[in-house]
């Protein structure tokens, strides 16, 4: 017996690092990379002092929807995405990252899509993919089953001009749709509905097919919002992530504070309305599970909310002044 | 429809962060540790300056293993481990060290005691827990299904006097059983022998049931070698892990050199020799896929040799010097 019969195919494993290899030569590493893939760990020159900021994170079931649609070439950038926006929130530049990707059986075409997509992440995030681990594990997953994680180290750079205040406002930046979270509910409401994910829904408010449409990868914002975190702009920040608004919100806020949202104020994509309609969502639990249109939200002076807004269209996302801070604790839905 | 109903217990997951946020109080966490559990990152104040390490790495199968005698408390240790002693072979002390835990079904006890096992690694390899993601994915991993992976950063102490050069020693650090890796292969093995977790088997070697062998958690080499990295004793180091002595040494070489072992100078545990045996394993294959005994190897010059041993053994780590370099390329077994 030996391993290969135990279902791990060491070629493969290797074909995978190839790959890997090749991929890295189109995406040039910062000069800041020392040894990257293939040392026992990779190494990062940082030139920097201070105080360093770490998230893990992955892309929970929207795998299985790139696994539906047989589609693997974007969510990779969704990992990225999840850990260097939770790196800004709080208040990093992300310096590099690392994968962890999981294989019931290494199909080497369909890693090195993942990995392209990680690689264009780390390039849009601005940081290192510094290495990771492709592990196969038969019996964990199914031969066509797979699972990622992800890992970001950031410097941080945000310097807090003081802590939010009531009056503050809360500029929420457009996501790109759903993201990485809410997917177990999303894919739940499809089975339910019967919903053709190649099918395009008009009643949705999307011109592509649903599948399409709800694989989007996940909005990366570092490159727009660092520059304003250096100028004393921002006073605080969350990605909105699993728990939607109403959780990610109060961690942006010392203790009582809570922010008042004016639901009218900015545009809820209608795919998720429609969702939640075909799945007979509570509203609640709806802006507890869907980032709503909203995949980051910066709290500014009111002075500054002008020059914010002009920023971050400039940088290409759409952003509205969704709220602002005020006595009390956790979320209002005005 | 709901979050809930969808297979996504967000209760079950709150009572996981309680029971971390109290874990870690029995586990206090260095000073540097600035922001921990709660934030959007970790956050940690590094001293510092210079060169970072970082790897990512599972536990692999052996989380089968965990999961058929239903015992969690030392795997979150095997975690910690890979991942620590990666950063210690790339010279690094281990700063801080990241978890990500998905399962199919959160239950908050089996997940306590993984945790656990993970505060006890980083206190054992001097790190703090910067932070960590639990994922529920239903219909990724069945109810009792789990997967494990890790990140670990570390600082660059080690300053390397000199590259390796033939005459060199390679000194063997025990390992405490078979770490985490080849458990595809020993489950295998397992079944097609029809062997009993349950049992004890004198002819293994082992006076403990075999399960309990298998599960002894992999050994931390950090406390015992990093005193040896700033004195100018190691000229280069390989954690012995997934391709045995034969692949991982080579990493620790420059091109042109190799290593020629000899394999009766030091104890390989029988019980790799019995389920290597039982299984039909050719050598060649065994010496790729187990540790055969050493989980970690130091390169260092000849005249070092007594003071290593001598520290090593009174760390508790017995040590071999179990071959020397020689000019060549790979591992050649005299």
Chains 1, 2 share one sequence.
């Not at 890992?151 to 759903?178: M, N």
């Amino acid at each position: 017996m030996d391993y290969r019969q135990a279902g791990v195919d060491i070629e493969a494993g290797n074909e995978v690092v190839r790959r890997i290899r090749q991929l890295l030569t189109r995406f040039p590493q910062p000069p800041e990379v020392v040894e990257g893939i293939g040392g026992f760990a990779g190494r990062y020159r940082w030139q920097g002092a201070g105080d360093l900021v770490a998230g893990a994170d992955g892309v929970g079931t929207k795998i299985l929807l790139a696994q539906a649609l047989d589609r693997f070439d974007t969510i990779g950038i969704d990992l990225v995405a999840m850990n260097v926006n939770d790196v800004l929130a709080a208040g990093g530049r992300p310096l590099f990252f690392l994968d962890y990707i999981a294989v019931g059986r290494v199909n080497p075409d369909r890693l090195e899509r993942v990995l392209e997509g990680v690689a264009v992440g780390c390039q849009e995030a601005g940081c290192a993919l510094l290495g990771g681990e492709t592990a196969e594990m038969p019996d964990v997953y199914g031969a066509e089953g797979m699972d990622l994680a992800g890992f970001a180290v950031g410097e941080v750079i945000w310097q807090r001009p003081r802590d939010p205040a009531p009056g503050d406002l809360a500029v929420g930046l457009a996501s790109s749709g759903f993201h990485a979270n809410g997917f177990s509910l999303i894919r739940a409401i499809i089975r339910a509905a019967s919903l053709d994910l190649d099918r395009v829904y008009p009643e949705s408010g999307e011109a592509v097919p649903l599948g399409q449409a709800l694989l989007r990868p996940t909005r990366i914002y570092v490159g727009a919002v660092l520059p304003l975190l250096t100028d004393g702009t921002v006073v605080g920040m969350a990605h909105i992530t699993g728990g939607g608004l109403t959780e990610n919100l109060p961690r942006a806020l010392p203790r009582g504070l809570g922010v008042r949202l004016r639901p009218t104020s900015w545009p809820v994509p209608p795919l998720m309305f429609w969702l939640a309609r075909l799945g007979a969502v509570p509203e609640e639990e709806m802006r507890r599970t869907f980032n709503c249109g909203l995949g980051f939200v910066l709290l500014v002076p009111p002075e500054r909310l002008a020059r914010v807004q002009q920023h971050l269209g400039a940088a290409g996302i759409p952003a509205f002044a969704v709220g602002e801070v005020v006595p009390g604790e956790g979320v209002e839905w005005a």
